[in-house]
């Protein structure tokens, strides 16, 4: 009878030096995605009337999209 809430961060690529590193962070409540950072997108994504919200103010706030951005980087 419990909530059921993670982050899942992925980095996919193809190259040996990472050039086209592509990072996707997924934001998972009970078990469906609602918010996604797609670092070929820039930008957050929402799935759900909730992640649009979240999505919305994330995208607003340029310290957020900057670090997130930069976790690609490191």
């Avoid at 078990?31 to 607003?60: L, M, P, R, W």
Wanted: aromatic content about 18%; hydrophobic content about 30%.
């Amino acid at each position: 009878n419990g909530y059921y809430y993670s982050l899942w961060t992925t980095c996919f690529h193809s190259s040996r030096d990472f050039s086209d590193m592509v990072l996707v962070d997924n934001y998972i409540f009970n078990k469906d995605v609602y918010i996604q950072f797609n670092s070929t997108v820039g930008e957050y994504v929402g799935y759900t009337a909730h992640g649009v919200y979240n999505a919305e103010i994330f995208n607003k706030d340029p310290n957020i999209l900057q670090q997130t951005r930069a976790k690609v980087e490191t």
